[in-house]
């Protein structure tokens, strides 16, 4: 049992649902589709990761292991332009399977969370020496 509260009311059922549906329309998705087809072997796989991730984040699960801002920035495919795809993406999935009680405060996280990654991808990218872009 988990001595912490979720976040906010979504269930571990409705995480493995959101990444069902979302990932479906990634597969589906003209930018993003090729991006990941490029990466993931085993969707299913990925997608019980993520799920993971999201339980960790959420309801405070201690299952997940990795380091998800480490493998965007080792991915050369991935840039810091197609983070607000995916997040527009993501959100427009979580209004459709979940509850507006747990739909908002999850895009309101993925969005703190694919900021930094968007971020830190930048960074990384960026020219020795060249002014930070932190827009």
Not at 53 to 63: D, P, V
Not at 119 to 126: D, W
Request: glycine share 6%; net charge negative; no cysteine.
């Amino acid at each position: 049992m988990n001595a912490m509260p979720p976040r906010f009311p979504v269930t571990a059922e409705q995480i493995t649902d959101q990444m069902d549906a979302f990932y479906n329309e990634v597969r589906a998705h003209p930018v993003l589709g090729p991006i990941f087809d490029e990466h993931i072997d085993d969707w299913p796989k990925h997608e019980e990761k993520i799920a993971s991730f999201w339980r960790n984040a959420i309801l405070h699960e201690r299952g997940y292991d990795g380091f998800p801002q480490q493998v965007h920035m080792r991915t050369s495919t991935v840039m810091p332009e197609h983070f607000p795809i995916w997040l527009d993406l993501f959100e427009e999935v979580a209004y459709k399977t979940l509850p507006p009680e747990a739909a908002h405060p999850w895009v309101m996280l993925a969005r703190r969370i694919g900021d930094g990654m968007k971020m830190g991808i930048a960074q990384v990218r960026q020219a020795p020496g060249a002014v930070p872009n932190l827009g």
